[in-house]
């Protein structure tokens, strides 16, 4: 008999599932898995903890360091022979897999007694009140396990077992002619598998693409218990769950954000050049769409002024945007001498336009617009990019230089957008990420109203206050040196200037 392993938890009163991406390909589609085993002679509930210890991803999901209880473990004590499930997944058995997303046979398992992890796992499993079992069937070989598990977010899920996770943020010193520089390595991490939470009404209504075990009939069935049994117990521990979670440090958690979004987009091979991505903006494929799409919105066909960030895959937006004779307004590469560029289409010839969008053709036709200029020109809508969105909130996290937010809390405290001024991001669909946690978004951070991907349009809750003016003491000193733009918005809040 086989076993389905769903952990499942419950955040802001939606059950969720957590599901394994195989990044099995059928027909340029991508499928999500469960956990499937061989339930062992042993029975169920030792199969749910053989299926535990063997990784270090689900150890920590209760809190358990793998790893460093494997080490101080004897080694004279036999472990089980069940393949792990780092092992598990390689690129050739996800080739394989058809029915069986996860082959971890444990028929064989010889586990010592007194084997001290498997000893902590059943410790704090409590089968009678956190897991359930379902059965598919008198003539179905396949059961499923629900175990409700503490709420994690995503981002931290996929951080388990990749010690190696924030290498974005080392800093090297080298010593170059007595002269010590800073130098950001970044790296593409090969990830063999990503963990996700999936709400269990997204699977049952079909919204995600799922493999053919989960979109069976006798599956559909038994998630849609699983959603009715979790209910119940949020209502028993309304006052335990914690929807909100506490994030210690803001800035390693959003490293962690942009590093799983760039693994997955290289993975699935969604970015275009220049690659690998990290660290960029990516240049996510199907960015015409998203752009022919924007075209589409009542605001935009109202907007007379569009601010438009200048990276790649915002290009073609840009191109559109002259197209459709609006003003565009587009930042010099990280605000070197001047503020923006500003190019207007009556000045334009209909052969220039596209050469215009790019940065080269917009610092060369365009017209260069200095700060104080910005008191006479009201920007109706702004376009910024982004590497990991939330579409249920609209909390937004950029590639980590503020930029984007810096331009904004500008151009508002010169009075050229107001609270009417709608903010747009155009994404790839795998850049959304559904449970960012709201305590991310800090005073000066930009969220968006609206995400528009190649595939639809997202209007979210607005639930976060834009950046009213530039907040000194969150810019690192070296930034205001480099920028001059900054240099001459401080001379003119200390001559009373802007007010005027």
Sequence with gaps: MKLMFFPVTIIEELPHILLYYNFSRKQNR???????????????????????????????LLDIDRRTILKQMPTNIPSTNSTTMDNCLSPINCEKSSRRALSCSTTSTNTNSTDLLLEMIEQR?????????????????????????DHNSSILCNAIGYPNLLIDEELTNETNNNTKTQIHKIHHQYRQHVHQWICIQD??????????????????????????????????????????????????????????????MEMKNEVRFPRPSHGRIP????????????????????????????SLAQEPLRYLTLTYNKVLLTPTPALESVLFYKLDPKFLRRNQLEWAATK?????????????????????????????????????????????????????????????????TTCHESQLINDLPNNIMEQHDLPVDIIVTPKRYIYTKCLFQRPERVYWNKLDPDMILNIPVLQELKRLEEQDIIKQ
Aim: hydrophobic share 40%; proline share 2%.
């Design 30 to 60: 991508y499928f999500l898995s469960p956990y499937e085993v061989e339930i062992c002679k042993h029975g169920s509930q030792r199969t749910v903890c053989d299926i535990i210890r063997s990784s270090d991803f689900l150890c920590g």
């Design 125 to 149: 499993l409590d089968f009678k009140h956190r897991c359930m079992f379902y059965s598919t069937g008198l003539t179905s070989d396949l059961c499923v396990c629900a175990l409700d598990v």
């Design 203 to 264: 699977i049952v209504n079909g919204l995600i693409t799922c493999n053919h075990t989960i979109k069976c009939k006798s599956i559909n069935e038994i998630l849609m218990k699983m959603d009715v049994w979790l209910k119940q117990r949020n209502e028993l521990k309304n006052n335990q769950i914690k929807s909100i979670i506490k994030i210690i440090n803001i800035k390693l958690f959003k490293v962690q954000a942009r590093q799983l979004v760039w693994d997955l």
């Design 283 to 310: 240049n996510f494929r199907y960015c015409e769409l998203a752009a022919e799409n924007v075209t589409s919105l009542d605001c935009f066909k109202r907007a007379r002024v569009i601010k438009i960030n200048p």
């Design 360 to 424: 080269p053709g917009a610092a060369e036709l365009g017209t260069i617009i200095h700060l104080t200029a910005l008191k006479q020109i009201h920007v109706d809508l702004v376009i910024v990019a982004s590497v990991v969105v939330n579409p249920i909130t609209g909390a937004r996290i950029g590639k980590g230089k503020g930029y984007a937010d810096l331009e904004y809390a500008i151009m508002s405290q010169m009075g050229c957008v107001t609270n009417k001024t709608i903010v747009i």
